[in-house]
């Protein structure tokens, strides 16, 4: 059964999953017009690749401990720590441990991106959850 995604007003629960983190799934909390909130669950070694946003990108590690690198840095983040990263601007990451995190998205680019693409431009199309990335013509 899906998690149902959040009401406008209600609180969301982000506490860390304890005990339940190893059977806890990837979640999307919220998604609108101009912002995508999910629940990233990760096991220890799993990484995502190098990939870009066209929007702005927040990363709060909610639990557990995880790398996640940067075109600057490669930073080592800890339950509460958080990461911007900008627009286009290339990031991986790798779960340390068991790891929980929040991510963040500005959707109001990719809505530009896929009116893009309706319009026959070349755009740049990264899934992150699955590790894809492609640049290809629309």
């Known amino acids: 059964m899906a998690t149902p995604r959040a009401i406008p007003g209600n609180l969301i629960d982000v506490r860390p999953l304890g005990p339940g983190l190893r059977s806890a799934r990837s979640v999307t909390l919220v998604r609108t017009d101009h912002l995508e909130v ?15 946003e066209p929007g702005e990108v927040t990363v709060q590690c909610l639990e557990g401990a995880l790398k996640l690198g940067t075109d600057a840095a490669v930073q080592t983040m800890h339950g509460a720590d958080l990461l911007f990263a900008l ?15 929040r991510r963040s998205t500005d959707c109001r680019q990719r809505r530009v991106t896929r009116e893009s693409r309706s319009a026959g431009g070349r755009v740049f199309v990264s899934d992150a959850l699955s590790g894809r990335q492609s640049s290809r013509r629309a």
């Open 87 to 101: 627009p286009g601007q290339t990031h991986w990451l790798e779960a340390l441990d068991g790891t929980a995190l």
């Open 38 to 52: 999910v629940r990233l669950v990760l096991p220890a070694g799993k990484r995502i690749p190098e990939h870009r």
